[in-house]
């Protein structure tokens, strides 16, 4: 079994709505399709089912097949549900994934519950389930057996009886997987579920994963409620940008009873920090996903109840006009994501694909809204209100995600001026050396900003100097308190991420204070070494891998550290190297005193004929060097990038544009000339 990999910490920043200048540069984004320019006017099955995303629980991505899959667990999720809120907050579906049955059918062709899980039968927990006021959700696949390889039954050829059975059980969702389909017609083998659950006149959302194999957006619209547009999803970074970027352009097909379905969250599951999460979440709610938590949420932190309970953005979820949300623009990993709501507003995500915090704006008119003196811009993860003349920005963290609803609201002028809080110059400090930093006040509101202030604050031990004006006595619309500082770590600080937190304090017009702050990472470094060395002997400033960690001078074995084997392209087998899986991104501090990069990179001979990625070189917000799509048949190729003047160079792989399945990519004798 794939594990979710670990990689290195990162300190974990906080979304601040503030917005500033940015600290160093952007991410391999690849260029997302623009969407089909007309709506689909694909049928969808009107019986007023799913007419907003469906919401609620699957065991799946928390337990997979394990023996905690059970009735406790599935009633435990039932009694917190109601006891949490969550059932408040629109949770209602509890689905039990694979492996709820025993392998074999009894005589008379009927399917039967594992009596060690669930001794008591289905019909039992969904009893329990309604008794609460909740829905139960089932699973079979539509072949001759799930996807298991215990071989658990599956419905094809049994639909009507199978279908039947749920209904006769109480069964309120079914999700429909594709293994051991024998090669039969994807069409024929959903639409005959659809008909089988039609026949038993119950009503039951009709989820088709069949992993977006045969583009369901294009035809399942009569026949599924929601559907999988991609592979599984797991609980990495690397995973969840893929099947986001795989998901994304399929906006057009989104709307009210037909769901895109980017598979199930992974919130809580501990592969992600919570920055990572709240990205997760918001954008799936952007994206109008089905929100199916996959976590358990008997051992649940409060941080993760958090997130899944934010009702603000649940509510950008469920809007009732159904669209799925639009990429405005993504240059540099610098994601504006755009959904249209029904009350006229605009939710905008604000999401930052790369390593490094960094500068996302945008504008009222270019998120579609018309135009207006000035804006309500709601913060849905702090909760607070503000006034803007149009200009949309935050400083976001390395992977965070500001969101907001924006509306040309008449009542704009209650709220304070909003204020854009950011970060000019270099959050590298070699100790002994004063590092400068520059940062900026800006108000964005149509209101001004009186008796603004600003402080920074360091870790214990640093000093941190102002070297120009920390006040002013009143800024206007798009003025800036601009303020420079030294930051001197003491001698022997150890190499890593440290804390600064920049804080601002204003009034609006009518008196009411406001304070905001922007968390930023000063990471101490060493200066890079002279001559030339092998990437894979030095330290890293961040490494992530779609699965498995990073690996040094073997390829990556998907799951623990150090289970990759030498690395080998084409035949040749290399000493040194870094293995990855895609997507991946590995980064090294290069302090503008290096000169070029070199490597062998292809897909590792491991993986047999599967495997297709693209590599890229980034020096600082440019790309200096790429391949384009490798797959495992092509021997390595020879990459070479300028890198002069680089603060960070950063090695990318992507996955090639069709999900990160055994992506094993390899960055064979990877050099660094400084
Ligand atoms: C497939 C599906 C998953 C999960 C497993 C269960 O991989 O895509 O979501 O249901 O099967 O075996």
Same mark, same amino acid.
């Given at each position: 079994?794939?594990?979710?990999?670990?990689?290195?910490?990162?300190?974990?920043?906080?979304?601040?709505?503030?917005?500033?200048?940015?600290?160093?540069?952007?991410?391999?984004?690849?260029?997302?399709?623009?969407?089909?320019?007309?709506?689909?006017?694909?049928?969808?099955?009107?019986?007023?089912?799913?007419?907003?995303?469906?919401?609620?629980?699957?065991?799946?991505?928390?337990?997979?097949?394990?023996?905690?899959?059970?009735?406790?667990?599935?009633?435990?999720?039932?009694?917190?549900?109601?006891?949490?809120?969550?059932?408040?907050?629109?949770?209602?579906?509890?689905?039990?994934?694979?492996?709820?049955?025993?392998?074999?059918?009894?005589?008379?062709?009927?399917?039967?519950?594992?009596?060690?899980?669930?001794?008591?039968?289905?019909?039992?927990?969904?009893?329990?389930?309604?008794?609460?006021?909740?829905?139960?959700?089932?699973?079979?696949?539509?072949?001759?057996?799930?996807?298991?390889?215990?071989?658990?039954?599956?419905?094809?050829?049994?639909?009507?009886?199978?279908?039947?059975?749920?209904?006769?059980?109480?069964?309120?969702?079914?999700?429909?997987?594709?293994?051991?389909?024998?090669?039969?017609?994807?069409?024929?083998?959903?639409?005959?579920?659809?008909?089988?659950?039609?026949?038993?006149?119950?009503?039951?959302?009709?989820?088709?994963?069949?992993?977006?194999?045969?583009?369901?957006?294009?035809?399942?619209?009569?026949?599924?409620?929601?559907?999988?547009?991609?592979?599984?999803?797991?609980?990495?970074?690397?995973?969840?940008?893929?099947?986001?970027?795989?998901?994304?352009?399929?906006?057009?097909?989104?709307?009210?009873?037909?769901?895109?379905?980017?598979?199930?969250?992974?919130?809580?599951?501990?592969?992600?920090?919570?920055?990572?999460?709240?990205?997760?979440?918001?954008?799936?709610?952007?994206?109008?996903?089905?929100?199916?938590?996959?976590?358990?949420?008997?051992?649940?932190?409060?941080?993760?109840?958090?997130?899944?309970?934010?009702?603000?953005?649940?509510?950008?979820?469920?809007?009732?006009?159904?669209?799925?949300?639009?990429?405005?623009?993504?240059?540099?990993?610098?994601?504006?994501?755009?959904?249209?709501?029904?009350?006229?507003?605009?939710?905008?995500?604000?999401?930052?694909?790369?390593?490094?915090?960094?500068?996302?704006?945008?504008?009222?008119?270019?998120?579609?809204?018309?135009?207006?003196?000035?804006?309500?811009?709601?913060?849905?993860?702090?909760?607070?209100?503000?006034?803007?003349?149009?200009?949309?920005?935050?400083?976001?963290?390395?992977?965070?995600?500001?969101?907001?609803?924006?509306?040309?609201?008449?009542?704009?002028?209650?709220?304070?001026?909003?204020?854009?809080?950011?970060?000019?110059?270099?959050?590298?400090?070699?100790?002994?050396?004063?590092?400068?930093?520059?940062?900026?006040?800006?108000?964005?509101?149509?209101?001004?900003?009186?008796?603004?202030?600003? %402080?920074?604050?360091? *870790?214990? @031990?640093?000093? +941190?100097?102002? $070297?120009?004006?920390? !006040? #002013? =006595? &009143?800024?206007?619309?798009?003025?800036?308190?601009?303020?420079?500082?030294?930051?001197?770590?003491?001698?022997?600080?150890?190499?890593?991420?440290?804390?600064?937190?920049?804080?601002? %304090?204003?009034?609006? *017009?009518? @008196?009411?204070? +406001?304070?905001? $702050?922007?968390?930023? !990472? #000063? =990471? &101490?470094?060493?200066?890079?070494?002279?001559?030339?060395?092998?990437?894979?002997?030095?330290?890293?400033?961040?490494?992530?891998?779609?699965?498995?960690?990073?690996?040094?001078?073997? %390829?990556?074995?998907?799951?623990?550290?150090?289970?990759?084997?030498?690395?080998?392209?084409?035949?040749?087998?290399?000493?040194?190297?870094?293995?990855?899986?895609?997507?991946?991104?590995?980064?090294?501090?290069?302090?503008?005193?290096?000169?070029?990069?070199?490597?062998?990179?292809?897909?590792?001979?491991?993986?047999?004929?599967?495997?297709?990625?693209?590599?890229?070189?980034?020096?600082?917000?440019?790309?200096?060097?790429?391949?384009?799509?490798?797959?495992?048949?092509?021997?390595?190729?020879?990459?070479?990038?300028?890198?002069?003047?680089?603060?960070?160079?950063?090695?990318?792989?992507?996955?090639?544009?069709?999900?990160?399945?055994?992506?094993?990519?390899?960055?064979?004798?990877?050099?660094?000339?400084?």
């Amino acid at each position: 079994m794939r594990r979710p990999h670990t990689r290195t910490t990162r300190r974990r920043v906080a979304g601040a709505l503030t917005a500033g200048l940015l600290c160093t540069a952007g991410l391999a984004a690849p260029a997302v399709a623009a969407p089909a320019r007309h709506p689909v006017a694909a049928p969808s099955l009107a019986d007023g089912l799913a007419l907003t995303p469906p919401m609620g629980f699957n065991n799946w991505n928390s337990t997979h097949c394990r023996a905690d899959f059970n009735e406790a667990m599935v009633k435990g999720i039932a009694d917190l549900f109601v006891d949490k809120g969550l059932k408040d907050a629109g949770y209602q579906y509890v689905n039990l994934d694979d492996c709820w049955a025993l392998p074999d059918r009894d005589a008379n062709g009927k399917l039967v519950p594992d009596p060690a899980r669930f001794p008591n039968g289905i019909k039992a927990v969904a009893d329990y389930v309604h008794a609460k006021g909740l829905k139960l959700g089932i699973y079979t696949s539509a072949g001759i057996k799930t996807c298991n390889s215990a071989g658990f039954p599956g419905a094809l050829g049994h639909e009507y009886s199978d279908a039947q059975q749920f209904a006769d059980w109480g069964v309120d969702y079914l999700k429909y997987d594709n293994c051991n389909n024998l090669g039969v017609d994807a069409k024929l083998r959903y639409r005959t579920m659809r008909d089988a659950l039609r026949a038993t006149s119950r009503p039951i959302v009709y989820s088709i994963c069949e992993w977006g194999e045969n583009k369901p957006w294009e035809w399942a619209g009569d026949v599924g409620h929601l559907w999988r547009t991609t592979g599984d999803i797991s609980d990495s970074w690397g995973s969840m940008l893929s099947i986001l970027k795989q998901n994304l352009p399929l906006a057009p097909y989104a709307g009210p009873g037909h769901w895109n379905d980017p598979d199930m969250l992974e919130v809580g599951n501990g592969g992600m920090t919570d920055t990572e999460y709240r990205s997760h979440f918001s954008l799936w709610s952007v994206m109008a996903a089905p929100l199916l938590i996959g976590t358990d949420l008997r051992t649940a932190s409060q941080a993760t109840f958090d997130i899944l309970d934010n009702k603000e953005v649940i509510a950008v979820d469920q809007d009732p006009l159904g669209k799925q949300g639009t990429v405005v623009s993504s240059a540099g990993g610098r994601w504006v994501v755009a959904k249209e709501m029904k009350d006229g507003s605009r939710a905008v995500a604000l999401f930052n694909e790369s390593g490094t915090a960094q500068r996302i704006a945008t504008t009222a008119s270019a998120v579609g809204l018309p135009d207006a003196p000035a804006y309500t811009l709601r913060d849905l993860w702090q909760h607070r209100s503000y006034n803007t003349a149009g200009t949309l920005a935050a400083t976001v963290p390395a992977h965070g995600t500001v969101l907001l609803r924006v509306s040309a609201d008449p009542d704009w002028a209650t709220h304070p001026p909003a204020a854009e809080l950011g970060l000019d110059g270099s959050p590298f400090v070699e100790t002994g050396t004063p590092a400068a930093l520059t940062t900026d006040f800006t108000d964005l509101g149509r209101t001004p900003a009186r008796r603004v202030s600003v %402080s920074l604050t360091g *870790p214990a @031990g640093w000093t +941190v100097r102002a $070297t120009s004006a920390t !006040t #002013a =006595t &009143v800024l206007t619309t798009g003025r800036s308190l601009r303020t420079g500082w030294t930051v001197n770590a003491p001698a022997g600080t150890p190499t890593g991420s440290y804390g600064l937190v920049l804080k601002a %304090s204003y009034r609006s *017009p009518t @008196g009411e204070s +406001v304070t905001s $702050t922007l968390p930023l !990472t #000063a =990471t &101490v470094v060493l200066p890079p070494p002279t001559g030339t060395s092998y990437l894979s002997d030095l330290p890293w400033l961040s490494a992530t891998s779609g699965w498995g960690p990073v690996e040094r001078d073997t %390829s990556n074995g998907e799951s623990a550290a150090g289970d990759g084997h030498p690395i080998t392209l084409g035949g040749v087998v290399y000493a040194k190297g870094l293995g990855v899986h895609a997507e991946s991104e590995v980064s090294f501090y290069t302090g503008k005193a290096c000169g070029k990069v070199t490597a062998d990179v292809g897909v590792d001979d491991e993986k047999g004929t599967k495997g297709t990625v693209a590599f890229e070189i980034w020096a600082d917000g440019t790309k200096v060097a790429s391949t384009g799509v490798l797959t495992n048949a092509q021997p390595a190729q020879p990459l070479t990038a300028d890198v002069t003047g680089a603060q960070v160079v950063r090695l990318v792989v992507t996955d090639g544009g069709d999900g990160i399945d055994s992506d094993h990519a390899d960055w064979a004798d990877a050099r660094l000339s400084c």
